[in-house]
Nanobody, 116 residues
């Protein structure tokens, strides 16, 4: 079972732009799968944030598109989420996931806390 690994800054201040990175062990993120970022706000369901396809095409939730950037580093087999202008409402666990077309692989999540 492939286990993705998220990493991030943990604590950020409001209005900052944290970068969250997902490392994919084995294989190549340029061969297949869409690589997604998902979060689950407290008390709510899963929320899809955005993704980068193995082809390099990127996608984002319409509600977050203006604040979301998903990029990749193919030399490290990693993909990264940047979410700009964070607020305390964005504080939650963020997950990365590999989809083809259903989600086959998940990370354990990385917590983002937003506080001044």
């Amino acid at each position: 079972q492939v286990q993705l690994q998220e990493s991030g800054p943990g604590l950020v201040k409001p209005s900052q732009t944290p970068s969250l990175t997902c490392t994919v062990p084995g294989g190549s993120i340029t061969t297949n799968y869409a690589w997604n970022w998902i979060r689950q706000p407290p008390g709510k369901g899963l929320e899809w944030i955005g993704a980068i396809h193995y082809s390099g095409s990127t996608y984002a939730s319409p509600s977050l598109r203006s604040r979301t950037s998903v990029t990749r580093d193919t030399t490290k087999n990693q993909f990264t989420l940047q979410l700009s202008s964070v607020t305390p409402e964005n504080a939650t666990e963020y997950y990365c996931a590999g989809e083809m077309p259903s989600i086959d692989y998940w990370g354990r999540g990385t917590q983002v806390t937003v506080s001044s």
